[in-house]
């Protein structure tokens, strides 16, 4: 098929598809007699497969080691594998952002907290001395304090 029916059949961009062929992902097609390349039905696959990666996470170099040349030959284990190292990835960066969310939620609590008398830049001094304390004994304190020295 042309590249103009594979990008039908996948919904990418003609363009996009050039550029996995050239990267390496997709298989080069040599050109036919009248200029045109003829794409095997199992690119279609391929592209599908490497959209899905895609939007799992993967890169573009993950989906290179991950893709075999032959989709036939494709290792379970290794496969499984992969994908286990993945999902380890994302809760990795869960775990990470849900301690970055806290740490806010934690900061914007102690602006709020600023007492009545007090000015927004003494605030914004008070604020960053506790978080030097804090982070120099590796302690985050709860804001249970009210924000009070």
Request: with cysteine.
């Amino acid at each position: 098929m042309k590249i103009g029916e594979l990008a039908q059949h996948t919904g990418l961009a003609p363009s996009r598809i050039r550029f996995y062929e050239r990267i390496g992902l997709l298989k080069a097609v040599p050109r036919q007699a009248n200029g045109y390349r003829s794409y095997p039905a199992d690119a279609v696959l391929l592209l599908q497969l490497i959209a899905a990666g895609q939007r799992a996470g993967f890169s573009l170099d993950e989906l290179r080691t991950l893709l075999p040349g032959d989709l036939a030959r494709w290792e379970r284990g290794t496969l499984l594998a992969t994908l286990r190292r993945k999902v380890q990835d994302i809760e990795a960066l869960q775990a990470q952002l849900a301690q970055n969310r806290a740490q806010l939620v934690e900061l914007m609590a102690r602006i709020e907290a600023r007492p009545q008398d007090m000015s927004c830049a003494a605030n914004a001094r008070r604020v960053l001395s506790e978080m030097r304390l804090t982070e120099a004994d590796g302690v985050l304190p709860s804001s249970s304090t009210g924000g009070q020295d």
